[in-house]
């Protein structure tokens, strides 16, 4: 009988064989394209979670509008782990097999620098596909958008940082957690707890964040600009991201269950999370 689920250190090797499968893709457009995509799947959700959530923190409470819309959110890393699509935020993993020294530093920064704009790409296509397709055409949506955009355009640095931190802290385990289920309903329930915390608890998720303040600035262009938006948002956050998902995990997993040349004989599809 074949277990259900993989120990920390077969979780640690096949994260390492899914890093040096990808980090060493020479395909540019291949690695681009699953960025876009991945960007895409995280805008959809946050439409849904708007919609969802959008009038119960006026009529009912606060802290039950976030919840429900924190309960749609986990959907955006089901599609992503489910097909293999690429974020910034999981991708930082890849730095694990940088560590084993089983990745060249150069093809991990290639690929998350790469990663990273098709995130930013596919955020922004489904941003102004869904403005004229009428998904903002409610005052309400509208609003939310737009008062959410600006909160996280006028944080500073250092919060945008430290929010980033603890945000990917869940992303990843979300990500680990699937990656050590040898089943489907194992991986739905893995994505689905750390990112609803994520969300409820109200961290900072660039890939998410380039959607919001991508329809921020649809809706207000003059409220939005370059500076705001990749300086004093963009960068820290992607720097609080990485702090967590591609340094403070990684070395813990490292330090805590790396075994040199366990990945020889570990059978995983390499270049996906399932």
């Known amino acids: 009988m074949s277990k259900s689920f993989l120990s920390p250190p077969e979780i640690t090797s096949a994260i ?37 959530s959008q009038t119960l923190a006026q009529t009912f409470d606060v802290g039950f509008s976030k919840f429900i819309g924190a309960c749609i959110f986990p959907i955006g890393l089901m599609l992503c782990v489910f097909t293999g699509s690429s974020l910034f935020t999981g991708n930082s993993l890849l730095s694990l097999a940088f560590l084993s020294k089983e990745l060249k530093f150069i093809n991990l920064v290639k690929n998350l620098i790469i990663v990273w704009i098709g995130n930013l790409l596919g955020s922004f296509f489904t941003a102004y596909l869904a403005f004229y397709a009428g998904a903002f055409s409610s005052p309400i949506i ?5 008062d959410t955009g600006l909160s996280k355009i006028n944080l500073s640095f250092s919060q945008c940082v430290a929010s980033g931190f603890f945000c990917n802290i869940l992303v990843v385990m979300g990500i680990i ?12 329930l893995g994505c689905w707890f750390p990112v609803m915390l994520f969300v409820l608890s109200g961290y900072q998720h660039v890939v998410a964040n380039m959607f919001i303040i991508a329809v921020g600035k649809i809706l207000s262009p003059e409220n939005f600009s370059l500076v705001d938006i990749f300086i004093n948002h963009f960068l820290p956050t992607s720097i609080g991201n990485f702090l967590s998902g591609g340094i403070f995990l990684p070395l813990f997993l490292y330090f805590s269950y790396y075994k040199r040349n366990s990945t020889k004989n570990f059978k995983i599809n390499k270049k996906s999370f399932l």
């Open 16 to 52: 390492i064989s899914m890093g040096v499968a990808r980090g060493n893709e020479k395909n540019i457009i291949k690695t681009l394209v699953s960025g876009f995509v991945a960007g895409m799947f995280i805008a959809l959700v946050a439409i849904g979670n708007t919609t969802a």
């Open 142 to 146: 509208q609003k939310i958008f737009l």
């Open 177 to 188: 957690m699937a990656m050590g289920s040898n089943d489907a309903t194992g991986k739905i």
